[in-house]
């Protein structure tokens, strides 16, 4: 069965930063995509960003690029995404999705975790 753990969020003032992190299980992880995703209180879930099972290849949302990295180390089984210069509107549940291909799209990840709540503070 697969499980996907996020860590990391709380609570911090705009222009601070904050590591999120997302420990699989269950799942040959080194042949995963991985994304993180966001939901913000009464908002659609959004892309933010994903990374390639190789973690070669990155993409972000227009609204987290320069600000947000996404990495992972397929050796501890676990992405991470750094957030700097945090902006109130970055304000959600941060979701990681595991999928088959890289995809800003919710819909092509089939494996979700739980969600960790960021709040910045204005």
């Known amino acids: 069965q697969v499980h996907l753990v996020e860590s990391g969020g709380g609570l911090v003032q705009a222009g601070g930063s904050l590591g999120l992190s997302c420990a699989a299980s269950g799942l040959t992880f080194s042949s995963y995509a991985m994304g993180w995703f966001r939901q913000a209180p009464g908002k659609e879930r959004e892309f933010v960003a994903a990374i390639s099972w190789t973690g070669d290849d990155t993409f972000y949302a227009d609204s987290v690029k320069g600000r947000f990295t996404i990495s992972r180390d397929n050796a501890k089984i676990t992405v991470y995404l750094q957030m700097n210069s945090l902006k109130p509107e970055d304000t959600a549940v941060y979701y990681c999705?595991?999928?088959?291909?890289?995809?800003?799209?919710?819909?092509?990840?089939?494996?979700w975790g739980q969600g960790t709540r960021v709040t910045v503070s204005s």
């Open positions: 999705a595991t999928g088959p291909v890289l995809s800003g799209i919710g819909a092509n990840y089939d494996f």
